[in-house]
């Protein structure tokens, strides 16, 4: 296994890494704030802080020489399910062609009080 982590994305905030990657190349990304990774902040409003986490996606499955294609699963936390179409507008567009499953579900809370948290397994 190896430890992935890269400035271009926020910091854990909690004692964990950003992604791991197995033997069998299988890539396990922790949930993604939609986290200023300059600023450690959480950005205004659903769509900014639904692009920030993809964004924040990228650059770790980047660093781990991953691309969004090989993404197999996506798992995404709404504080409020009633954002599902404008989070959806936004994947959609992340992902364009290709489409890995996913669930998405409501949340009572994140942290940091975020409004989406989006996790992702990809497999080379």
């Known amino acids: 296994m190896k430890v992935i982590n890269t400035l271009k994305a926020p910091k854990a905030i909690g004692p964990y890494s950003q992604a791991i990657l197995t033997d069998d190349n299988f890539l396990y990304l922790s949930g993604q704030l939609g986290l200023n990774s300059e600023t450690m902040q959480l950005e205004e409003g659903i769509e900014l802080q639904t692009k920030i ?6 650059e770790i499955l980047t660093e781990a020489d991953f691309i969004k294609n090989n993404v197999i699963k996506v798992l995404i936390f709404l504080k409020d399910i009633n954002n599902f179409a404008k989070v959806n507008e936004i994947y959609e567009n992340f992902f364009k062609d290709h489409k890995p499953a996913r669930s998405a579900i409501e949340v009572s809370n994140l942290p940091k009080n975020g409004l989406i948290e989006i996790e992702v397994i990809a497999k080379k």
């Open 53 to 58: 986490a993809l964004d924040n996606i990228n």
